[in-house]
């Protein structure tokens, strides 16, 4: 049987599918405040949700016993709580699925050798991404059970980019074995499209924080901050000032809207230099889905904050980075290998 065939690519690709999925869900998790509803983590039990009205009230006692009852949702009916209850539920019940999905085929592909020992080193390696995303997503919930009924926006930043990383090594590796043929690069073009690249994740990282410290309800207008400012006075308050930059909200937001302007000036010369080149269809396609992409980002991003983050328009932003993402990954493997 031929290594590294079609079944490998669409395991890969399912599990790309998956983690799609699971970003999702999480997106919505956060901003209807379920992420704390589950207090204690079972890997196998915690799988089933509770059964009857006598275990929906063990789980609804357990609850009130953690900061976020307390101090914010003490006016919670057992109804109110199931409510929440479902979407952490949900969330940690397709990080299992994926768990599944990814080892049990690769697994049985090691066993029937149909895997390479280099996309065997690969998958090692998505492995381990996988199981540090979970143990991140664990040590997140833990710092909202403490005294704060908020988990820290440093954790979520952590536990979201690295689901974000995971995908595009996943997708990265299924890429290598769809397109196997090697090709003259233009590396210069291409450490561009690695600056851009690490530009984004920036990005990401950013818009995690705003979503961990709900900045996103501050400033909700554009293209300037409150009072018609470009650079409100709130943004720089704190002190030492490198707090203004990690802990502030408004320092916060202040950065992540204004690196979206620097990402499009980055995708905007990615374009602009690929039209002067002789590009392969797929290339074209690349860096053209790029243009589109982060001008749809770009204007979610400023409809999320204007509209001060409804649920639907925090989860299509969270959804539009993936894509974009998705579409940087895509663009930097048909322009590197």
């Not at 109110?80 to 209850?85: A, L, Q, R, S, W």
């Not at 590396?187 to 990005?203: C, D, E, G």
């Given at each position: 049987m031929r290594k590294d065939n079609n079944k490998v690519i669409y395991w890969l690709l399912t599990g790309c599918i998956l983690i799609f999925i699971m970003v999702i869900i999480g997106g919505i998790t956060r901003l209807t405040d379920s992420g704390l509803s589950i207090s204690n983590y079972k890997l196998i039990t915690g799988t089933i949700p509770p059964i009857g009205e006598?275990?929906?009230?063990?789980?609804?006692?357990?609850?009130?016993?953690?900061?976020?009852?307390?101090?914010?949702?003490?006016?919670?009916?057992?109804?109110?709580?199931?409510?929440?209850?479902?979407?952490e539920w949900l969330h940690r019940v397709i990080g299992r699925l994926i768990g599944i999905v990814f080892i049990i085929p690769f697994l049985y592909f090691i066993a029937t050798k149909q895997l390479t020992k280099k996309t065997i080193k690969k998958c090692i390696v998505l492995l381990v991404l996988g199981g540090f995303q979970g143990f991140l997503g664990w040590y997140m919930v833990k710092s909202g059970l403490v005294d704060m009924p908020d988990v820290s926006h440093f954790r979520l930043a952590a536990h979201l980019t690295t689901a974000f990383l995971t995908f595009a090594a996943t997708l990265w590796v299924a890429l290598d074995l769809i397109f196997p043929e090697k090709k003259i690069i233009d590396?210069?073009?291409?450490?561009?499209?690695?600056?851009?690249?690490?530009?984004?994740?920036?990005?990401i990282v950013y818009g995690a924080f705003v979503a961990g410290l709900k900045a996103g309800l501050l400033h909700n207008h554009w293209p300037f901050m409150n009072e018609g400012k470009f650079m409100h006075e709130t943004v720089y308050i704190l002190q030492p000032f490198y707090k203004n930059l990690i802990e502030n909200p408004s320092g916060i937001q202040f950065i992540h809207r204004t690196a979206a302007y620097i990402v499009v000036i980055f995708i905007l010369i990615i374009w602009f230099q690929a039209k002067k080149m002789s590009l392969t269809k797929l290339q074209n396609k690349a860096v053209d889905s790029l243009f589109f992409l982060v001008g749809i980002q770009f204007l979610l991003g400023?409809?999320?904050i204007i509209y001060q983050v409804p649920l639907w328009l925090g989860v299509a932003h969270q959804v539009g980075a993936f894509f974009l993402l998705s579409a940087m990954t895509f663009t930097l493997h048909r322009f590197s290998k």
């Open positions: 006598a275990e929906w009230q063990e789980a609804f006692e357990l609850y009130q016993q953690y900061p976020e009852f307390q101090k914010l949702h003490s006016h919670f009916t057992i109804e109110d709580f199931k409510g929440i209850y479902f979407w590396k210069k073009f291409r450490n561009l499209i690695i600056i851009s690249y690490l530009v984004l994740i920036f990005q400023v409809l999320t």
